[in-house]
């Protein structure tokens, strides 16, 4: 099976299976703050061009950082309530299961990172000259670094090396066995236990 077979497969799954649960999601995030169901901002995408990603808004609309450079934190006071909770529980990312869908990212990918993304104070691209090499693959709902433990927050050297360094072990090692244990690791990981913020 091609990996855009088991995307696409997976992503159309996904959706028919958690279609109650996106809604309620979605009727939560209207209901609690002012602003549009999802949050849309441009990323990384396969080679580098850009594309639109999708996420349920975890922020007050009036405090979002469109950039996206300035990074979420622990009890970050731009997040909603319902935001703390899809965030924690990594519901938030549920949409891109459409950016899967339509062919702009992978189940199991590097993250897509926005343009100018810090890593230790400076932008990756200026972070290290493999830094674009993570983008010959399409960006992943989840992914190696995150799995070992790397998300969030870049603001310190070795955390901002060692997501890149799973980043680009992944682009060499990919295969299908190891999307599948990588997707196994984020539900028991990540989504079971919470662990998102």
Do not use: W
Not at 84 to 95: A, M, Q, V
């Amino acid at each position: 099976m091609s990996k855009r077979l088991f995307d696409f497969s997976g992503a159309a799954t996904g959706l028919l299976v958690l279609l109650p649960l996106l809604a309620a999601i979605a009727i939560a995030v209207k209901a609690t703050s002012r602003g549009p169901v999802f949050f849309r901002q441009k990323r990384y995408g396969l080679d580098g061009s850009p594309f639109t990603v999708l996420k349920f808004r975890t922020m007050f609309v009036h405090l979002c950082d469109e950039t996206g450079v300035d990074q979420t934190v622990e009890n970050d006071p731009r997040i909603t309530l319902i935001g703390n909770f899809l965030r924690k529980s990594n519901f938030d990312e549920l949409p891109q299961l459409l950016n899967v869908l339509k062919g702009e990212m992978s189940l199991v990918g590097p993250r897509p990172h926005v343009p100018g993304m810090l890593a230790a104070g400076v932008p990756y691209e200026d972070f290290d000259e493999r830094y674009m090499d993570r983008h010959k693959v399409r960006p992943g709902i989840t992914g190696l670094a995150q799995v070992r433990g790397y998300r969030g927050e870049t603001k310190e050297r070795f955390a901002a090396r060692m997501r890149l360094e799973y980043d680009l072990e992944y682009v060499d090692r990919q295969t299908l066995g190891l999307d599948i244990k990588i997707i196994l690791d984020t539900i028991t990981r990540e989504f079971l236990k919470g662990n998102g913020y």
